[in-house]
């Protein structure tokens, strides 16, 4: 079972979907809105009404209302507040509170990016990449997504570094991919602290170092990226870079397996069912087997299924019962990862 290596696309960023704190439609509700802002907005503060459409968003003292979220934003935005321009343009895209426009959600998305916010900058990157509500224009994609990794915007500089990887708007370089992979996980991305430690892990740009793969892995699995668990637990298990540590091994597939990643729920079904770091357990090996297949995993080999099988066939008809119970409610709890 081969993990591939997971690169981001040129993806829609925005408040809601990747929780931007500087933007409205994802703030903590513990911030002090009060009906003092409403009453602020009414008298025509940007601020102020820009506040009020988060209240109205998230359902922060009042009920939650899309269509007023959008009014209040919309009224900041018209006054120049670049976040309620993205904030704006960010339901336009989505179709939240108003009808789904591209066009719009690109013309509000270029007023804030204008005003320098590189949040906005990066989705008209997206945009112009894929010709939404624009032309399409991989010059001008580039343009916006430089822009804003300049400002340290670590989605921007890991789709910078995606650009130089495969040569898509920039020149392929692959030296210049690991230092931007570098930059967005020193600035916070998990995504790329992954990318890092699998170019340290195969050589690409990098001189190859399993033990600086596995630091790079450790960064980005502390930060919950089921990818670099799931390969820290595949390399512990094959001694790569690290002492070979089963039980080690277990933890990350246990951790990256709950989150959905279906590679990760067979490699802990399959020390179950070997006993290699945890106590045999033909019926736990069973659970995670049929959870891995039944979301998605390929076993063109029909290793998965052969050890499957007779785990199965080791079960009472009582411990089989049992074994489905817990496969049911981890298949409605652990739903698979749609970016695998």
Known sequence: MNVRNR???????????????????????SLP??????????KGNSEAQFDAGVMYYQGIRVEVDKVKAAEWFRK?????????????????????????????????YLKAAE????EAQANIARMYSEGRGIEKDIGQATLWMQKAARQE??????????????????????????QWYGRSAEHGLAEGATRVGFLYLQGDGVMRDERRAVEWFEK???????????????????GQGMKEN????????????????????????????????????MRKAYVWLSVAIANGLKDDSGELASMQRNAEESLTPAELSKARGVIDRYLKAYQPRADF
């Open 7 to 29: 690169l981001l696309p040129l993806i829609l960023i925005g408040s809601i979907l990747q929780g931007c704190s500087s933007l409205g439609l994802d703030k903590e509700t």
């Open 33 to 42: 809105y009060s009906q003092e802002t409403l009453r602020d907005a009414e």
């Open 76 to 108: 900041a935005a018209e006054q120049g507040y670049a976040n309620a321009q993205f904030d704006l343009g960010l339901m336009y895209a989505k179709g939240e509170g108003v009808a789904q426009d591209d066009r719009q959600a690109f013309e509000w």
């Open 115 to 118: 005003q320098g916010l590189p």
């Open 153 to 178: 915007y670590p989605v921007a500089e890991y789709n910078v570094a995606l650009m130089y990887e495969q040569g898509n708007g920039l020149p392929q370089d692959a030296l210049k991919a690991a």
């Open 220 to 238: 980005a699995a502390k930060q919950g990226d089921p990818l670099a668990q799931t390969q820290l637990g595949i390399m512990a298990c094959n």
């Open 246 to 281: 089963y039980k080690q091994a277990s933890v990350w597939f246990h951790q990256a397996g709950v989150q959905g990643f279906a590679v990760a729920q067979a490699r802990l079904g399959g020390l179950y069912y070997k006993g290699q770091g945890l106590d045999k357990d």
